[in-house]
Every structure is written in structure tokens, then in C-alpha cells.
């Protein structure tokens, strides 16, 4: 067992936290709730320019070629930053699209805008998109779509609810894809929320080390510094879980369901209490509208409700772990 | 990143196995499971056959293996529902000290011995008046003309003192110094005359842990381990080998999650549909909760196979783990239905039940929470110190100061 990441993927975090850092940050998540034309940091273009976007699509159409785990190392950087349009979108379309290169060309390129409609759910980064994947019944369809944004609470998401148009049946019989397809986009939703939560602890210790009360360091009182280690130890078990769930992806798909539920369930825990964390610690100026905190928070409260929340994602992992445990023990027989 | 065992890893795991399942019937027999004798009989034989003291040096009679050997061993031991070496306390704190601080006469005289259970060994730290803060330990030693030394006072929450051979001792050598710089460790021998081990009765019920006095114990300079007034660092590489017993590599603390899978599923369906759902809910956050710890206990154990030290975010193991074993416990006792408020079920069962009246002494042993929680934020976090009232001082003034 080596539980650990690799020299090229801790390269692969450096050059994606160098990209996101110098082309995205939380100022444009405030600006975007003032002005409702902005769109989000990278964006598009830029996003798609990078390559990050298109790491999982096959070399074949134009994409890197790599791993959903090094999808999620980079997922993890765009998190720290509030970035949009989500990695989450791109890895869910990449899975639908197997097999269709042309289709995955146009994802890798960025020539086209894809959002990814769940029935009765409101579409991650459908501002901006043109073209919109759907089930229907077991039927993959490409459509148009028209959408109506909702008014946001973290507009960086870009989530709208979509009416689709003209729609193309593209694959038939994907209900199983369909369903990988959600569980990759959790695994890469989990790692953006790791980045943002992560983040959010740094800023909260960097307060309580630098603002005094009482003629001390306010993270010199327990009070403050157990809040601040539970959001820590919380994140921690988020990062072992996501790169569980994305080495699942990639290498043990029978693991794939436990893990990207869990993976999931923590992701909404950890970044709420992160989120809330910052806001107590910095009293007042906490819970501004200048500072980024509320930023943080935003996207903890709308990213637990993207596919399926936390209860349902908690409820899921029961049923598999119960399910589990009361199948007759497969245990293999010792050898020798 | 790769799960799988390597195959030489998973050679030693088939090994392992062999091993264990040609013994079985020795090594999980319920009949003896808490006989002393027997217990001492199954930590030889295993470490007879090289699956004691892996990660120990070669010198040290261990096996010069790696973390990641003994962690496969561990995980086959607790598939066969073996119930634990009885020197645990020697095997993950006395003998580490012992290695790195004892002379070569003393790695000789008990080191291999300690591994076979020949000895079983306890660590003599909190006192009555200082638990969290174990520097404030007010158990006297005092050098006689000889250069032998004097041991008078009291420890306690000593787990298997009252079993034990031999112990690690922290004492009081200088008062008049600031109270980290005034400590001195000894090996005691338990035998001696005026060493008292007195069994405390737990809330659970057992008595695996005890009051210890000294009075005039005598213990010749020898047995001493480290520098005089370097007591302190020796505690520290006690309580880092402690870290990683308790929890930190992905160990589970309590019954376990998969012993608790099995208790409820056997049960939920019994329940009415709204009783499930609110039992799938509750079960699903300690679950996940469980594999987090779990994980992040062998990210931390594939840190160590490459050279790494247990630093003190291994602490976040046992803080978590403590948190996930009392939320499992706690709903795999409701699922006992009318029987929950009893202390055992008709049956004669009383895992859970066990299991619920002995965690709240896993989240204060081995580091309160609260403690754990400041070493994570001052050391992990780098978040500043409390204050402390006794900084500055000597170990003398503060006792006047606090008038004790």
C-alpha cells in the first residue's frame, strides 16, 4: 500500500494552484453577486486554454489523457479560489461522452459550453452553456436548452434551472454510465470542496494568531483553537477520503460507490463546518460583506445541495455498509 | 497511490495468515481469553515466529521490519478476533524508551524478554496531581551516598501495574528548577520492596488499571534512563510511540465499525420504517466518520514506511477515532431495543454495552481530547500557547504559589 500522492502530481498541484491563484480568487464570487453580467474566474476560455479542464479526456480528442485522481489534485487547487465553471462539470461530461470523440473534442477544446441536467434538480454552470446532456429513461440526449438563473446565493456555480429544447439521443442503454458519471462528479466536487475548506481554515488560524483580545492572541484561548483543530481534523479526513474515492474511480470500481458517498457526505460536513468556523472566529469583520468569509460560506451552503445532498449521500453510505454487512461473508478461504 | 499490498507485502500477508489459521485454536481460545498464563503463552508464541516487535530492531530482538509489515499483521490478528498482547504498554511505550534511551546492559537484559511476555511492563507517569499536566509529577527520587536512589510517592491510572514485572518511572530529581527540567526516568522493578500496586475499579466494571506507591523504593543508578534531569525528553519519545498506539495509524478505537455493521443490520429490520431511516442517518455519519480516520490513519502509515516521524498530527487519530467509536456504540446499544437499558442482554451479551461504559475513559487515557486538541492547534496549526501560570518559576514556587 502507498496511500500517498506522487512526485508528478504533487508537480501537477503546484502548476494548477500557480494557474488558479494568478487567474481566479474569492474577489470575483463578491463582484458577481453585484453584477449579474460577470461571469466567473477563470472562466470559460481561460479554463478550457489551460488544459485542466480536459485532464481525464482520452489523448485521442485532444484531452490529457490522465486520471480522475489527478483531476481531483487539481480540483482541489480551483477550490482554494472559488473557480468556476466547476471541474465537476467537465469530469461528469467527460464520463458521458466515452467513446464519442468528436463530442469529447468539443469539450477539450472548449468550443462548446456543456451543462449536465439532472430531472427536477437546478444545472451547475448552466449560465453560459449552450449544450446540455440528459437521461432520459436510459437514453443519453444532447439538447439545447433555455435557461432561467435563479437568484444566487454563491453565483460562482453558475446554476440555473434549464428547459431543454431540441433534443439528439447520443448513446442508448447508459444508466450504469449515468450513474458513474454522478459518482466521478462527486469525487471532483468533494476535491473542489477540500480546496475551499482547506483554504478557509488557513485564513481562520492566520486571524486568530495575528488579532488580540484580552491582551493575547485570540488563538491562544481554547475556546477559539478546539474550533479551529475540529474544522483542521475535519479537513484532513475529507483529504484521505477524496483521494480514496478518486483512486476508486481509477483503479477499484467496486469501491467506487462507498467511497464517493462518503467522500461526498464529508465534503458537505467539513466545508460547512470550516465555513462557519472562519465567520465565528472573526467576530464582527466576519460576517461583512468586504470580507471573503461569507465567500467561503456561500459555497458551503449551495455545494451540499449538488448531487444529491448530504442526508441522501450519509443515507447512502448506511444502506451500502449495511448492505455489506449482512451479505453471507465473502470472505475469501485462506490460502495454503 | 496503490491500496493493494506489493507482493512482497502480500507474501508477508499470506505468511501471516498461514500462521494464524494453523494456531487459531490457541490463539482466540474464549476459554482462556483472560487467563494471564495463557495470554503470556500467545505473546511468545507469536513472537517466537517473528510477529512481535516488527518494526523493532534486529538489536532489539525485534524484526527490523517496516510499519506497513506490522500494520498487515495487526489487520490479520484482528480478522481472526484475536483479543490483543497482553504487554501492549510495553510493546508501544516502555521498550521504544527503552531502545532509544537505556544502556546497552539494560536493551540486553530486557528488551527480548519484554517482547516474549516474560515481563509484562506498565508506565508510571500520572500522579493525582498531575494528569493533563504530567510535568507537574511530584513522585520524589533522591541520590543516596551509594549513587543508588530513593523513590517515594504515588502514581496513578497505571493500566496492568498490578500484573506487571517492570515499569518506566518519571520522577522528581530538582525541585528548584522550572518543573519540565527537574524530571528524571527510571525502570523500576515492580518486585521491589515498597512498590504497592492497588487495582482501581473502573466505571466499566474491570480493573485493568491501578494506584501505584512507593515508599523508600530503592533503585540503583543503572536502571536510570537518560540524563539526569532529561526526564522530559525521554517522556516525549514515550508519548510519541504512544500517538501511534492509540489510534494514529489507522487502528480502530472500541468495538469497531464493521462489528457494528453487522450488530445492526441484524436488528433495523425489526424497526419501523422511520426508525430505520433515523438509524441509516446516524449510522452513516459515524461510518463515514470511521473510514476518515481510518484513512487518514494509513496516509499516516505510509508516511512512516518512508522514513517519516509520528508527529503530532497523529493525534488527530486517536481524537477523531475516540469521537466515531462513542457515535457506533452508542446507536449499536439502541438497536438492543428494550434490553438497552441493561447492563447485558438475556443472552448473556455485553459488547455494546462494555463498549459504551469504557469509552469515555478512551477520550481522557493516553491525552484528554481537550489536550490533544491544543497539541494539534499549537504544534499542527501553529496557533500560540495558553499562557501558563507556572512559566518562569521553579517547580518549588509553584507549588507555594498554588498553595499545595
Given at each position: 500500500?502507498?496511500?500517498?500522492?506522487?512526485?508528478?502530481?504533487?508537480?501537477?498541484a503546484?502548476?494548477?494552484?500557480?494557474?488558479?491563484s494568478?487567474?481566479?480568487?474569492?474577489?470575483?464570487?463578491?463582484?458577481?453577486?453585484?453584477?449579474?453580467?460577470?461571469?466567473?474566474?477563470?472562466?470559460?476560455?481561460?479554463?478550457?486554454?489551460?488544459?485542466?479542464?480536459?485532464?481525464?479526456?482520452?489523448?485521442?480528442?485532444?484531452?490529457?489523457?490522465?486520471?480522475?485522481?489527478?483531476?481531483?489534485?487539481?480540483?482541489?487547487?480551483?477550490?482554494?479560489?472559488?473557480?468556476?465553471?466547476?471541474?465537476?462539470?467537465?469530469?461528469?461530461?467527460a464520463?458521458?461522452?466515452?467513446?464519442?470523440?468528436?463530442?469529447?473534442?468539443?469539450?477539450?477544446?472548449?468550443?462548446?459550453?456543456?451543462?449536465?441536467?439532472?430531472?427536477?434538480?437546478?444545472?451547475?454552470?448552466?449560465?453560459?452553456?449552450?449544450t446540455?446532456?440528459?437521461?432520459?429513461?436510459?437514453?443519453?440526449?444532447?439538447?439545447?436548452?433555455?435557461?432561467t438563473?435563479?437568484?444566487?446565493?454563491?453565483?460562482?456555480?453558475?446554476?440555473?434551472?434549464?428547459?431543454?429544447?431540441?433534443?439528439?439521443?447520443?448513446?442508448?442503454?447508459?444508466?450504469?454510465?449515468?450513474?458513474?458519471?454522478?459518482?466521478?462528479?462527486?469525487?471532483?466536487?468533494?476535491?473542489?470542496?477540500?480546496?475551499?475548506?482547506?483554504?478557509?481554515?488557513?485564513?481562520?488560524?492566520?486571524?486568530?494568531?495575528?488579532r488580540?483580545?484580552?491582551?493575547?492572541?485570540?488563538?491562544?484561548?481554547?475556546?477559539?483553537?478546539?474550533?479551529?483543530?475540529?474544522?483542521?481534523?475535519?479537513?484532513?479526513?475529507?483529504?484521505?477520503?477524496?483521494?480514496?474515492?478518486?483512486?476508486?474511480?481509477?483503479?477499484?470500481?467496486?469501491?467506487?460507490?462507498?467511497?464517493?458517498?462518503?467522500?461526498?457526505?464529508?465534503a458537505?460536513?467539513?466545508?460547512?463546518?470550516?465555513?462557519?468556523?472562519?465567520?465565528?472566529?472573526?467576530?464582527?469583520?466576519?460576517f461583512?460583506?468586504?470580507?471573503?468569509?461569507?465567500?467561503?460560506?456561500?459555497?458551503?451552503?449551495?455545494?451540499?445541495?449538488?448531487?444529491?445532498?448530504?442526508?441522501?449521500?450519509?443515507?447512502?453510505?448506511?444502506?451500502?455498509?449495511?448492505?455489506?454487512?449482512?451479505?453471507?461473508?465473502?470472505?475469501?478461504?485462506?490460502?495454503? | 497511490?496503490?491500496?493493494?499490498?506489493?507482493?512482497?507485502?502480500?507474501?508477508?500477508?499470506?505468511?501471516?495468515?498461514?500462521?494464524?489459521?494453523?494456531?487459531?485454536?490457541?490463539?482466540?481460545?474464549?476459554?482462556?481469553?483472560?487467563?494471564?498464563?495463557?495470554?503470556?503463552?500467545?505473546?511468545?508464541?507469536?513472537?517466537?515466529?517473528?510477529?512481535?516487535?516488527?518494526?523493532?530492531?534486529?538489536?532489539?530482538?525485534?524484526?527490523?521490519?517496516?510499519?506497513?509489515?506490522?500494520?498487515?499483521?495487526?489487520?490479520e490478528?484482528?480478522?481472526?478476533g484475536?483479543?490483543?498482547?497482553?504487554?501492549?504498554?510495553?510493546?508501544?511505550?516502555?521498550?521504544?524508551?527503552?531502545?532509544?534511551?537505556?544502556?546497552?546492559?539494560?536493551?540486553?537484559?530486557y528488551l527480548?524478554?519484554?517482547?516474549?511476555?516474560?515481563?509484562?511492563?506498565?508506565?508510571l507517569?500520572?500522579?493525582?496531581?498531575?494528569g493533563?499536566?504530567?510535568?507537574?509529577?511530584?513522585?520524589?527520587?533522591?541520590?543516596?551516598?551509594?549513587?543508588?536512589?530513593?523513590?517515594?510517592?504515588?502514581?496513578?491510572?497505571?493500566?496492568?501495574?498490578?500484573?506487571?514485572?517492570?515499569?518506566?518511572?518519571?520522577?522528581?530529581?530538582?525541585?528548584?528548577?522550572?518543573?519540565?527540567?527537574?524530571?528524571?526516568?527510571?525502570?523500576?522493578?515492580?518486585?521491589?520492596?515498597?512498590?504497592?500496586?492497588?487495582?482501581?475499579?473502573?466505571?466499566?466494571?474491570?480493573?485493568?488499571?491501578?494506584?501505584v506507591?512507593?515508599?523508600?523504593?530503592?533503585?540503583?543508578d543503572s536502571?536510570r534512563?537518560?540524563?539526569?534531569?532529561?526526564?522530559?525528553?525521554?517522556?516525549l519519545?514515550?508519548?510519541?510511540?504512544?500517538?501511534?498506539?492509540?489510534?494514529?495509524?489507522?487502528?480502530?478505537?472500541?468495538?469497531?465499525?464493521?462489528?457494528?455493521?453487522?450488530?445492526?443490520?441484524?436488528?433495523?429490520?425489526?424497526?419501523?420504517?422511520?426508525?430505520?431511516?433515523?438509524?441509516?442517518?446516524?449510522?452513516?455519519?459515524?461510518?463515514?466518520?470511521?473510514?476518515?480516520?481510518?484513512?487518514?490513519?494509513?496516509?499516516?502509515?505510509?508516511a512512516?514506511?518512508?522514513?517519516?516521524?509520528?508527529?503530532?498530527?497523529?493525534?488527530?487519530?486517536?481524537?477523531?477515532?475516540?469521537?466515531?467509536?462513542?457515535?457506533?456504540?452508542?446507536?449499536?446499544?439502541?438497536?438492543?431495543?428494550?434490553?438497552?437499558?441493561?447492563?447485558?442482554?438475556?443472552?448473556?451479551?455485553?459488547?455494546?454495552?462494555?463498549?459504551?461504559?469504557?469509552?469515555?475513559?478512551?477520550?481522557?487515557?493516553?491525552?484528554?481530547?481537550?489536550?490533544?486538541?491544543?497539541?494539534?492547534?499549537?504544534?499542527?496549526?501553529?496557533?500560540?500557547?495558553?499562557?501558563?501560570?507556572?512559566?518562569?518559576?521553579?517547580?518549588?514556587?509553584?507549588?507555594?504559589?498554588?498553595?499545595?
Open positions: 500500500m502507498d496511500f500517498d500522492l506522487s512526485a508528478e502530481q504533487r508537480d501537477l503546484a502548476a494548477a494552484a500557480d494557474f488558479f494568478s487567474s481566479a480568487s474569492p474577489a470575483r464570487s463578491r463582484a458577481m453577486l453585484d453584477d449579474r453580467t460577470l461571469a466567473p474566474e477563470p472562466g470559460h476560455a481561460a479554463l478550457a486554454g489551460s488544459g485542466f479542464a480536459a485532464i481525464t479526456v482520452p489523448e485521442s480528442a485532444g484531452g490529457g489523457g490522465g486520471s480522475v485522481l489527478d483531476l481531483a489534485v487539481v480540483a482541489e487547487q480551483a477550490g482554494r479560489v472559488l473557480a468556476g465553471p466547476s471541474l465537476v462539470t467537465a469530469a461528469r461530461v464520463v458521458l461522452l466515452a467513446g464519442d470523440d468528436a463530442g469529447l473534442a468539443e469539450l477539450a477544446s472548449g468550443e462548446r459550453r456543456f451543462a449536465v441536467v439532472d430531472d427536477g434538480a437546478a444545472t451547475l454552470d448552466a449560465v453560459g452553456a449552450d446540455f446532456l440528459a437521461l432520459a429513461g436510459d437514453r443519453l440526449v444532447r439538447a439545447e436548452g433555455v435557461v438563473p435563479g437568484d444566487p446565493i454563491d453565483a460562482t456555480r453558475g446554476l440555473g434551472m434549464v428547459a431543454l429544447g431540441e433534443q439528439r439521443v447520443i448513446a442508448e442503454d447508459v444508466a450504469l454510465r449515468w450513474r458513474h458519471a454522478e459518482r466521478v462528479a462527486r469525487v471532483v466536487l468533494a476535491a473542489e470542496d477540500l480546496g475551499t475548506a482547506g483554504r478557509a481554515v488557513e485564513i481562520g488560524v492566520a486571524y486568530a494568531q495575528q488580540h483580545a484580552f491582551g493575547r492572541a485570540i488563538g491562544s484561548y481554547q475556546a477559539v483553537k478546539h474550533a479551529l483543530v475540529d474544522a483542521y481534523v475535519e479537513v484532513e479526513q475529507l483529504r484521505s477520503l477524496v483521494w480514496w474515492a478518486a483512486w476508486a474511480a481509477d483503479e477499484a470500481p467496486e469501491e467506487l460507490p462507498l467511497a464517493s458517498a462518503a467522500a461526498k457526505a464529508q458537505a460536513t467539513a466545508l460547512e463546518r470550516a465555513a462557519e468556523t472562519l465567520i465565528q472566529v472573526h467576530g464582527g469583520i466576519g461583512t460583506w468586504e470580507h471573503d468569509a461569507h465567500l467561503y460560506w456561500r459555497r458551503a451552503k449551495v455545494d451540499r445541495f449538488l448531487l444529491g445532498d448530504d442526508v441522501a449521500a450519509y443515507d447512502e453510505v448506511a444502506r451500502l455498509a449495511l448492505d455489506a454487512a449482512s451479505a453471507p461473508a465473502r470472505e475469501a478461504v485462506p490460502q495454503g | 497511490m496503490d491500496f493493494d499490498d506489493t507482493p512482497d507485502e502480500a507474501a508477508w500477508r499470506q505468511q501471516v495468515r498461514r500462521f494464524l489459521e494453523e494456531h487459531r485454536s490457541t490463539l482466540v481460545d474464549p476459554a482462556t481469553r483472560h487467563d494471564v498464563a495463557a495470554a503470556r503463552a500467545r505473546q511468545a508464541l507469536l513472537y517466537d515466529h517473528g510477529y512481535v516487535g516488527v518494526t523493532w530492531p534486529e538489536a532489539a530482538g525485534g524484526r527490523g521490519g517496516t510499519p506497513m509489515q506490522q500494520a498487515i499483521v495487526d489487520q490478528l484482528a480478522r481472526i484475536f483479543p490483543g498482547l497482553i504487554n501492549l504498554i510495553g510493546i508501544g511505550m516502555c521498550g521504544p524508551t527503552v531502545i532509544v534511551h537505556g544502556s546497552e546492559e539494560q536493551k540486553e537484559r527480548r524478554r519484554l517482547l516474549r511476555a516474560e515481563d509484562i511492563w506498565c508506565q507517569f500520572s500522579e493525582p496531581a498531575s493533563s499536566d504530567l510535568a507537574a509529577l511530584r513522585t520524589k527520587a533522591v541520590q543516596q551516598e551509594d549513587g543508588s536512589w530513593r523513590i517515594s510517592g504515588q502514581k496513578v491510572w497505571t493500566t496492568l501495574a498490578h500484573l506487571a514485572d517492570y515499569g518506566i518511572l518519571l520522577t522528581r530529581t530538582d525541585p528548584d528548577v522550572a518543573k519540565h527540567r527537574g524530571l528524571t526516568m527510571f525502570v523500576v522493578d515492580m518486585k521491589a520492596p515498597g512498590v504497592t500496586a492497588r487495582p482501581l475499579r473502573q466505571m466499566s466494571g474491570g480493573a485493568e488499571f491501578n494506584e506507591f512507593f515508599d523508600d523504593v530503592v533503585i540503583p536502571e534512563l537518560g540524563e539526569v534531569g532529561q526526564g522530559w525528553q525521554v517522556a519519545t514515550t508519548l510519541m510511540s504512544e500517538r501511534l498506539s492509540l489510534g494514529g495509524g489507522g487502528t480502530e478505537i472500541g468495538a469497531g465499525v464493521d462489528a457494528a455493521a453487522a450488530h445492526l443490520a441484524a436488528r433495523l429490520g425489526a424497526q419501523s420504517a422511520d426508525r430505520q431511516a433515523l438509524v441509516r442517518q446516524s449510522f452513516g455519519r459515524a461510518y463515514v466518520s470511521s473510514l476518515g480516520t481510518r484513512y487518514t490513519g494509513y496516509r499516516l502509515l505510509s512512516l514506511s518512508k522514513g517519516a516521524l509520528p508527529g503530532p498530527e497523529a493525534s488527530a487519530g486517536k481524537l477523531a477515532g475516540t469521537v466515531a467509536a462513542r457515535q457506533l456504540s452508542d446507536l449499536a446499544v439502541r438497536a438492543l431495543g428494550p434490553e438497552a437499558v441493561f447492563a447485558s442482554t438475556a443472552d448473556g451479551e455485553n459488547l455494546w454495552q462494555q463498549s459504551q461504559a469504557g469509552l469515555p475513559g478512551m477520550a481522557i487515557a493516553g491525552g484528554t481530547n481537550e489536550v490533544l486538541r491544543n497539541v494539534i492547534g499549537e504544534r499542527v496549526l501553529g496557533l500560540p500557547a495558553e499562557p501558563r501560570a507556572d512559566k518562569g518559576v521553579t517547580f518549588r514556587e509553584s507549588l507555594a504559589q498554588s498553595g499545595s
